[in-house]
């Protein structure tokens, strides 16, 4: 769901990266973290399990103009793949704007992809989202690997409402910016159309010089291996290593205030502050979608304990009662002697 602020004039937009395990989400987000303009991303959070994660980051594309009057900021998220993940995977979900959904091209990962497209529909019908009202792209991903089926046969099996499609070597950066691209692309024009927006590009810069440093987010990225993203790993250490440069800019660059002076920070540190608060929501959001996860998964566990639980006491019960009868018949057996 698009979301409005008013005060900051923004327009925040959710773009989900879904799919199969180990089908290249996560090195996706890593290439356009890597890639885009710095200054203009935020952290790259990872909320990892034992054996998956969770990766988000926002962006804000200045150049993208503006949307009546509000500067639009993207965020992107991925999935863990594994299916016994499937509450995150439906959390992360809640509130998206678009999806794209990353299959991967190998023959052996058919049926994962398509229980993995199935399983997206019905967690976009569960969080209220008309999987048909959304902007979806497909990415066929590792097209430059052998053993991989046809663009025709993935359409077969993936793409029978005719999404648009873009083929894609994430591990190499190729098609990583054309999905990022079509997605926030179709996305705003869809956005536009439905609330009946205009789209307000930017003026062109008065110098050539700025035009190099404002280049576009959407010009080609290099299709070279790209290094992988610094991840933050733990919610935790980020939190503490953010209130350590909080604690020691200020305490360094701010004076002391006199006694009754109101508190007075340049443009430069309230941005700073701002950016601080918006990558704490954003991980004390995956936090809490982790734990709302196990705690959903010690429910489970403990309604399968009673369930054994009352299965070894029928057993038990059994067990007496065939005890009892066969003590009745030994009984019987001695009076009749």
Do not use: C
Request: hydrophobic fraction near 35%.
């Amino acid at each position: 769901m698009a979301l409005f602020n008013y005060a900051a004039k923004e327009l925040t937009l959710k773009i989900v990266y879904y799919g199969p395990g180990l089908s290249g989400k996560t090195t996706n987000l890593q290439h356009l973290h890597s890639a885009l303009a710095q200054g203009k991303t935020g952290k790259l959070i990872s909320l990892a399990t034992e054996t998956d994660r969770t990766l988000f980051f926002d962006f804000l594309p200045v150049e993208l103009g503006k949307i009546k009057d509000f500067t639009v900021r993207f965020q992107l998220y991925t999935v863990p793949g594994q299916i016994k993940y499937n509450l995150t995977r439906k959390a992360v979900l809640k509130g998206a704007d678009a999806v794209v959904f990353v299959a991967d091209s190998q023959k052996e990962m058919r049926e994962a992809n398509i229980e993995s497209f199935a399983n997206m529909n019905k967690n976009l019908l569960s969080n209220n989202i008309n999987p048909d009202n959304i902007v979806l792209v497909l990415q066929y991903n590792k097209r430059d690997l052998p053993n991989i089926f046809s663009i025709d046969e993935l359409n077969k099996d993936l793409n029978s409402s005719g999404y648009i499609y873009l083929e894609a070597e994430a591990v190499n950066g190729k098609g990583v910016q054309e999905t990022f691209q079509t997605a926030s692309k179709l996305l705003i024009n869809d956005l536009s159309q439905k609330h009946q927006l205009e789209i307000q590009p930017l003026a062109p810069p008065e110098e050539t010089s700025h035009a190099v440093l404002e280049e576009t987010a959407f010009s080609s990225f290099p299709h070279e291996p790209l290094e992988p993203a610094a991840v933050e790993e733990s919610a935790q250490a980020a939190l503490s290593s953010q209130e350590q440069a909080f604690t020691e800019e200020y305490s360094e660059e701010s004076e002391k205030p006199k006694t009754g002076e109101p508190l007075t920070y340049s443009s430069e540190q309230l941005d700073r502050i701002t950016e601080s608060l918006r990558e704490n929501t954003l991980m004390l959001a995956g936090i809490k979608s982790a734990i709302n996860e196990l705690l959903d998964e010690l429910k489970k566990s403990r309604e399968e304990q009673k369930e054994v639980l009352a299965i070894l006491r029928g057993v038990k019960i059994n067990e007496t009662i065939e005890r009892m009868k066969e003590k009745e018949k030994v009984k019987k057996g001695w009076f009749t002697k």
